[in-house]
């Protein structure tokens, strides 16, 4: 089917800022949510942010005002981190919802953000 692939994470200290980028294994050019998911340590992954084919944008509470979703013509995703905090440290994931009946769409392996001094 599809593999989605992250990169850009790494070590950043508080304040700082990172871009991660999800990019498919091959063109998609239909898909219906793309995200991006995170998992701390001993916690439940969680929404960071969404956006749909329509363009309409979601983001968790906590990164609201600091964090940037996008996606570009061929539905490369992207997601700006600014003014990162401690807390935001987790292995980010991208999924993306195909209009395929799968439905728990397709998930990227994760890179890992650690924001620490």
């Known amino acids: 089917q599809v593999q989605l692939v992250e990169s850009g994470g790494g070590l950043v200290q508080p304040g700082g800022s990172l871009r991660l980028s999800c990019r498919a294994s091959?063109?998609?050019?239909?898909?219906?949510?793309m995200g991006w998911y995170r998992q701390a340590p001993g916690k439940e992954r969680e929404l960071v942010a969404t956006?749909?084919?329509?363009?309409?944008i979601n983001y968790a509470d906590s990164v609201k005002g600091r964090f940037t979703i996008s996606r570009d013509a061929a539905f490369t995703g992207f997601l700006q981190m600014n003014s990162l905090k401690p807390e935001d440290t987790a292995v980010y994931y991208c999924?993306?919802?195909?209009?395929?009946?799968?439905?728990?769409?397709?998930w990227g392996k994760g890179t890992l953000v650690t924001v620490s001094s």
């Open positions: 956006i749909t084919s329509g363009g309409r």
């Open positions: 091959r063109s998609i050019f239909t898909i219906a949510v």
């Open positions: 999924n993306a919802q195909l209009y395929d009946g799968n439905p728990t769409g397709y």
